[in-house]
């Protein structure tokens, strides 16, 4: 058996394994890589993954990061199965179309650049009817109810506790009369969270492919959050301003109104203050979670069976169109505002933190994950300014990060999931993780579990055999070196011609001068938003 990499390899995004036996070639996820311009060049790379010649894919949960390429890899010529858990396949109805119309958006505004500098246009990496293709190809699998896709593969389905329908992967593989097991983790939830269950549990593997987006730290406690979205509530409240909320269409806009349900029910809601839902994303999304209580907690569960709804309260407003979004800025008055997407870069949330991320008076709550390169990033990491639509904007609101609603696994939660498996020689491949999140965390599962651990390289092939060997075929795909030594004195060259032209300079109008010093002060503050980041 070989499995390549394509993704979710020292990053986040991109969640990808091929996998190819002795009778089949198929995938496990299929996800958007996500990120700077260099990462997201991957996207236009479905020719590398070979789609006509995958079986079927299987695909661990909805989230874009890892079901994102499926309507790319339609537009390829994949016509196979496509196996997921029915709340996953009712979230990716609305998901991949939202995200065609994304790719379409975002072709469209490349475009009109591209033509200003007579260049050629570029076509979107797939379109709606790309999406509308992918639904038809779904099939929804039960947990527990194993499967055989293919001669000589059996899969099962199992609970991973991250977001609803989300699973873990048991994988056999049955060649040359061995048989070799492998689970995919998926993304790992996170103990304890609202609406969902926690995860389930697996005792036996060979290997062992393992997330490691928190490995190298915890999550506060759940009631400490609470505590600390009632504190700024509480601060934009008294001073008549909003709570902009940067947050995910599924999941975690469902767990906030959980948790607002929670604080209207302990009266740390004030009842005057409107929520507004501003995501048609995430507005449908809470509409299939409301359809699925299958897949609830006890704890929500019992809620509902006395009669409470708590993806609802009294003072939730949807807001679907565009000029509905645009007006909760012209209100005056408090408000909580939820909207997408969770790391500030895109969507509805711009125009939301535009209004008000430099009023002194107004909280902005993160509440998930902050991606390197990401508005959300440079903001939690104390940036006193930060440009949104071209505009650069002072820092004033009062800041919160609040870690306890993450949907992903912490460190220790991890390493206690771990511990249930029962098998010494079994082999841990860890991915979905930046390398100092994989480097602690490799370092304390071999420590204190005695695991031999690997960390997946982009693009890397490995051959595992059943006697839990790895046999690294095709190492992963080098990363260019960055001459920096070259940039910076390339830099001090540029800044040198500049000072040898001064007289010119000096003998323009005052009015020529003041534009060429504030576009040195521009690149200045540019270099100083740059060593921020460090």
């Known amino acids: 058996m070989k499995i390549t990499f394509m993704g979710a390899a020292k990053t986040v995004t991109g969640s990808c394994y091929i996998i190819e036996t002795e009778n089949a070639r198929f995938a496990v996820d299929c996800g958007l890589h996500q990120g700077n311009a260099e990462i997201e060049k991957r996207n236009r790379g479905i020719s590398d993954y070979r789609v006509k010649e995958l079986d079927f894919i299987l695909i661990t949960h909805a989230h874009i990061d890892h079901t994102g390429l499926l309507p790319a890899a339609v537009r390829a010529g994949f016509t196979g199965p496509i196996y997921m858990t029915q709340p996953t396949r009712d979230l990716l109805d609305i998901m991949l179309l939202d995200s065609a119309h994304i790719q379409e958006m975002e072709a469209e ?9 007579g260049l050629s246009p570029i076509s979107p990496i797939y379109e709606q009817k790309d999406a509308i293709a992918t639904t038809p190809l779904m099939r929804a699998i039960q947990y527990g109810s194993s499967f055989e896709p293919a001669e000589g593969l059996t899969v099962n389905y199992k609970d991973a506790g991250h977001i609803l329908g989300s699973a873990f992967i048991e994988l056999w593989v049955k060649e040359n009369g061995d048989t070799t097991k492998v689970v995919f983790s998926g993304d790992l939830g996170h103990k304890d969270q609202l609406i969902v269950r926690n995860p389930s549990i697996v005792e036996k593997a060979d290997y062992l492919l393992m997330e490691s987006t928190y490995g190298d730290r915890n999550h506060k406690d759940s009631s400490n959050s609470l505590d600390e979205l009632a504190e700024a509530i509480a601060w934009s409240y008294s001073n008549k301003e909003k709570v902009v909320i940067p947050a995910f269409a599924v999941e975690r806009s469902q767990q906030l109104i959980y948790s ?8 740390k809601l004030p009842e005057d203050m409107p929520v507004y839902l501003d995501s ?6 809470t509409e299939i979670f409301r359809g699925h209580p299958e897949y609830f907690d006890l704890d929500t569960n019992e809620l509902l069976h006395n009669g409470e709804n708590p993806l609802s309260l009294p003072n ?8 509905s979004s645009r007006s909760i800025n012209n209100t005056s008055g408090p408000a909580i505002i939820i909207s997408a997407s969770g790391m500030a870069n895109a969507g509805r949330i711009k125009h939301h933190l535009r209004h008000n991320i430099w009023k002194k008076g107004a909280s902005i709550v993160f509440v998930g994950y902050q991606g390197v390169g990401t508005p959300g990033r440079r903001v939690v990491n104390g940036a006193e300014d930060i440009t949104i639509f071209g505009e650069k904007l002072k820092v004033e609101a009062k800041i919160f990060t609040i870690n306890g609603f993450s949907g992903h696994a912490g460190q220790d939660e991890m390493i206690d999931w771990l511990k249930h498996f029962d098998k ?9 993780g930046e390398i100092k999140s994989q480097k602690i965390l490799s370092g304390r599962i071999t420590k204190e579990l005695g695991y031999e651990v690997h960390i997946a390289e982009y693009r890397e092939e490995l051959v595992l055999t059943p006697r839990g060997e790895m046999e690294p075929i095709i190492k992963g795909q080098a990363i260019q070196e960055i001459d920096w030594e070259f940039l910076l004195k390339d830099s001090e060259k540029l800044f040198g011609e500049f000072r040898g032209r001064l007289d010119k300079v000096k003998s323009q109008t005052f009015l020529g001068q003041t534009e060429l010093r504030d576009k040195l002060l521009e690149i200045n503050r540019q270099v100083i938003e740059l060593i921020s980041e460090l």
Do not use: C, V
């Open 109 to 117: 505004w490349t475009n009109r650049k591209r033509l200003r500098k």
């Open 260 to 267: 607002l349900f929670l604080l209207y029910k302990a009266g």
């Open 280 to 285: 048609p994303l995430a507005i449908k999304a």
């Open 316 to 323: 939730l407003k949807f807001t679907l169109d565009t000029e």
């Open 424 to 432: 010494p020689s079994m082999k841990i491949i860890l991915t979905h």
